[in-house]
């Protein structure tokens, strides 16, 4: 929402030297530079059993009680369970289907509800905004019902929202079902750190992170890619969104099964504590 205006910006500057494009990627490659080490340089690693004062405080007056996480693995431990693959396949679908909304939002728009270019690309700006939302929200509403029900709410969800979008006639409840679609696009990836520390514990959680972020490079080629050729083989979206609300199906019945491990997991972790 705010690179795509900056970009534009630079490169028509720079354009009359014939160097748009070059320059900006300078630019802008100089200015990530700095925010990122400045950022890196202000986080710090909490110490061990570091908790913030309110929650604290909660915990000794018993009003809160902490959760411990399943099991405490390396990334390369974790990558030989069950559980790990469920997450990968739940993130290749979610990202797929995102990425091709993201990529077929505009033409859609323009051929499902008659919108301009200009209106259409108004229309793809504001998804930024309620998938960057959507990450705030769905990771706080996780901590409330549990990263497994959040999942299968993502799901849900999108397999409704992918069967009527093609169907849609009016403007206004077009862009509601898509920036919905949106924010559980965001908001799968926010939660996924939060339960791979549930599922794995934090030992090596940044590790795990990258290896189940694997299936964002995947979907990144599959996803448009399946878009672009069923557009070209039936020459509409629709069939795309049929096809993308059947793969959510196959993600909520991965979401189900993982919730249900969680459930299992918590109870032999309670059984061992109290025999102990």
Not at 134 to 142: K, N, P, Q, T, V
Request: overall charge neutral.
């Amino acid at each position: 929402m705010i690179g795509g205006p900056v970009f534009n910006f630079i490169i028509e500057t720079f354009t009359v030297a014939g160097n748009g494009i070059a320059y900006t990627w300078f630019i802008m490659g100089v200015i990530y530079l700095v925010i990122m080490l400045a950022s890196a340089s202000y986080l710090e690693r909490p110490p061990e059993g570091w908790m913030p004062e309110s929650m604290k405080a909660a915990v000794e007056a018993g009003e809160k009680k902490v959760v411990a996480d399943l099991t405490q693995q390396t990334a390369n431990e974790a990558v030989k369970t069950a559980p790990f693959w469920g997450l990968w396949v739940m993130m290749f679908i979610n990202i797929s289907c995102g990425i091709a909304v993201i990529y077929s939002a505009s033409p859609l728009a323009q051929e499902s509800i008659g919108l301009s270019a200009t209106q259409a690309a108004a229309v793809v700006g504001l998804m930024s905004l309620f998938n960057g939302l959507g990450r705030i929200a769905w990771a706080s509403f996780s901590d409330v019902i549990g990263r497994g029900s959040t999942y299968m709410a993502f799901f849900v969800i999108q397999i409704v929202a992918f069967f009527v979008l093609p169907n849609l006639t009016s403007v206004i409840m077009f862009q509601v079902v898509l920036y919905v679609i949106l924010t559980c696009y965001g908001g799968g990836f926010a939660t996924l750190p939060a339960f791979i520390g549930d599922l794995f514990g934090t030992k090596q959680l940044g590790a795990i992170h990258g290896y189940v972020l694997t299936a964002w490079a995947a979907a990144g080629l599959v996803g448009p890619q399946i878009a672009a050729y069923v557009h070209t083989t039936t020459g509409s979206y629709e069939m795309t969104l049929y096809i993308f609300a059947g793969a959510f199906v196959v993600a909520l019945i991965t979401s189900m099964l993982m919730k249900s491990y969680i459930s299992r997991a918590k109870a032999a972790n309670e059984a061992r504590l109290e025999t102990a």
